[in-house]
């Protein structure tokens, strides 16, 4: 009985103390925004017949669709080609800026916003990797996913590196001005009506909690009297930050669990040639000679559609097994690397890779980010002064010396 109570203790311990994945979960946040931002600047020229206002799917029947769906996008609030081209450049550079990690509670948010907003516009426009993305922009907004690689971190850092001198950071012009703005925008769009949900319920709920919550915190770390206020918000970041990061890493699962599944039900991957037809398809051929080369091997043909209907079944259940999962998740994205090239579907492929990231081992993060450290260092120093990248935690120096502990310890 005592071991099991010790057990329950450190796993509510480890749940609120910190939020988990840190690599991971800013590994999902710059390949989701890297996706995004690069499909919407490929598709540039051809914005105005994927969501523009005079698209072959109009205003009318988007509005008649969204009505029933109750889906939220904010294209819809005017038929202005100005209104248009606006929420479009807004959401390339909202992916840029959660790209970098800069201000990354707002510019989640605003992430969503975009994405939510475009792909709602035309929901016949799409491919599975766009429903990926659509999923993980809201999951994204409940993560702590800035703790490391990021600006957001960067400033933290310095403003901790201040603390241990003995200074006091300075007030923070820029974030105010960014929730100012922001709430007054939403306060705008509320007395429109422009956003369904009452008090209890709906999109009109959920911005305004959100923006709430973000004063809240500022108030927590600038007025509050002690510490205390602030450890509590700690902690119920973590938690919720550690739920989603659950919830992401289920997302995966589930899509390769019903994508294997449904595979095994098709006649075609039954008797190995399913890979066979998408390759004499023309629209997923860009490389034809390619595609030809693939499919004139049978054995290859058949070899890579029952591997694809094997590791999509079995990918959840060797979670259990490190050693089993690093080797299946290589092969997973070596294959849509494959099909992003063979095939001609990069950014389907991109969100499925951003996606598989989320089990990724820390310490190949690790290696990855000090080589990519690295690369940096030798391409300024040859424009010029090296400068100071992140540094290592000095054990003498606390990063937070007014947060000793932020945790239940049951």
Avoid at 15 to 33: H, M
Avoid at 51 to 78: C, E, K, M
Wanted: hydrophobic share 50%; charged share 15%.
């Amino acid at each position: 009985m005592n071991g099991c109570a010790a057990t329950i203790t450190r796993g509510i311990a480890r749940v609120t103390e910190a939020a988990l994945g840190p690599y991971q979960s800013a590994v999902i946040r710059i390949g989701f925004a890297a996706t995004w931002m690069l499909f919407l600047l490929r598709e540039y020229p051809h914005r105005q017949e994927m969501y523009g206002p005079d698209g072959p799917w109009n205003l009318g029947l988007a509005r008649q669709l969204v009505d029933s769906n109750h889906a939220f996008t904010i294209l819809l609030w005017s038929d202005s080609q100005v209104w248009f081209e606006t929420v479009y450049a807004l959401a390339i550079l909202s992916a840029a800026l959660l790209l970098l990690g800069w201000r990354t509670r707002a510019t989640s948010v605003l992430f969503m916003i975009g994405v939510l907003s475009l792909q709602n516009r035309s929901v016949f426009i799409g491919d599975g990797g766009d429903n990926v993305i659509h999923l993980m922009a809201i999951y994204l907004v409940f993560t702590r996913c800035a703790q490391v690689w990021s600006l957001d971190a960067r400033r933290d850092r310095f403003a901790g590196e201040a603390r241990a001198r003995g200074d006091r950071p300075g007030p923070d012009p820029g974030g105010r001005a960014l929730w100012a703005g922001l709430g007054l925008a939403l306060a705008v769009a509320t007395g429109a009506g422009r956003i369904e949900g009452g008090v209890l319920g709906g999109w009109l709920t959920v911005f305004w909690g959100l923006w709430a919550v973000q004063a809240l915190w500022w108030a927590a770390g600038r007025l509050a009297r002690t510490a205390q206020p602030r450890i509590l918000l700690d902690v119920l970041a973590n938690i919720v930050h550690n739920a989603a990061l659950m919830i992401i890493m289920a997302e995966a699962c589930l899509i390769y669990a019903t994508a294997g599944w449904y595979k095994i039900q098709g006649s075609r991957w039954q008797d190995g040639t399913a890979v066979y037809y998408p390759l004499h398809l023309s629209s997923f051929s860009p490389w034809p000679a390619l595609s030809e080369l693939m499919s004139e091997h049978g054995t290859l043909v058949l070899l890579v559609t029952y591997g694809t209907v094997a590791i999509q079944v079995a990918f959840p259940f060797t979670l259990f097994n490190r050693r089993v999962k690093n080797v299946l998740l290589a092969v997973m994205m070596t294959e849509h690397a494959v099909i992003a090239v063979v095939l001609g579907l990069p950014f389907f492929s991109l969100a499925m890779i951003a996606a598989d990231s989320v089990f990724l081992p820390t310490s190949f993060l690790l290696f990855l980010g000090a080589r990519a450290a690295r690369a940096r260092g030798r391409l300024f120093s040859r424009r010029g002064p090296v400068l100071p990248g992140p540094r290592e935690p000095d054990p003498g120096v606390p990063e937070e010396p007014e947060h000793p502990h932020v945790g239940f310890t049951a």
